[in-house]
Nanobody, 118 residues
């Protein structure tokens, strides 16, 4: 059974930093693209960043230069380093294993709350 468990969320002041982690179990990650999504109250879930098995990254324009996605496949863990946080970054953050060729199933974590407020 595949499980994704996020951690590292919390309350931080504007300009502060947080590092989110997503620990995976029950699956090999070495060929899968993984990503972070977020959903703010009253808004649709949006893609924040992705990273392929080769290390190619993609970022939402509004987080470029502030967020860094990374992965440690040996430890089956996905990370999101978030710096210079803004109030508009407040949301529940979810990690996801994206579907790929020959692997149509996607997997989601349960989410971790990030609140940016003074």
């Amino acid at each position: 059974q595949v499980q994704l468990v996020e951690s590292g969320g919390g309350l931080v002041q504007p300009g502060g930093s947080l590092r989110l982690s997503c620990a995976a179990s029950g699956i090999f990650l070495n060929i899968r693209t993984m990503g972070w999504y977020r959903q703010a109250p009253g808004k649709l879930r949006e893609l924040v960043a992705t990273i392929t098995s080769a290390g190619t990254t993609y970022y939402l324009d509004s987080v470029k230069g502030r967020f860094t996605i990374s992965r440690d496949d040996a430890k089956k863990t996905l990370f999101l380093q978030m710096n210079n946080l803004k109030s508009e970054d407040t949301a529940v953050y979810y990690c996801k294993i994206l579907p790929g060729p020959g692997r149509p199933t996607e997997y989601w974590g349960q989410g971790t709350q990030v609140t940016v407020s003074s």
